[in-house]
């Protein structure tokens, strides 16, 4: 499983949990939790992409200087 999957499955068990509170607060903070879950995940997926970037261009640079 990648890291922005762990992070989105975290994301959901706060979802989980917060639609099972009963309190409104503790249900806000568990919303609030999941959002954050949900920007690590983005996060990890732009710097996975931009690694992948990197990754090509450094590749092309190689078969182009050979």
């Given at each position: 499983?990648?890291?922005a999957?762990?992070?989105?499955?975290?994301a959901?068990?706060?979802?989980?949990?917060?639609?099972t509170?009963?309190?409104?607060?503790?249900?806000?903070g568990?919303?609030r939790m999941?959002?954050?879950?949900?920007?690590c995940?983005q996060?990890?997926e732009?710097e996975?992409?931009?690694?992948?970037?990197?990754?090509?261009?450094?590749t092309a640079?190689?078969?182009?200087a050979?």
């Amino acid at each position: 499983m990648d890291l922005a999957q762990e992070f989105r499955r975290h994301a959901e068990e706060c979802r989980r949990m917060a639609r099972t509170t009963r309190g409104l607060e503790d249900r806000a903070g568990w919303n609030r939790m999941a959002e954050r879950w949900l920007l690590c995940a983005q996060k990890a997926e732009s710097e996975t992409a931009a690694a992948i970037n990197r990754h090509r261009k450094s590749t092309a640079v190689g078969r182009n200087a050979a």
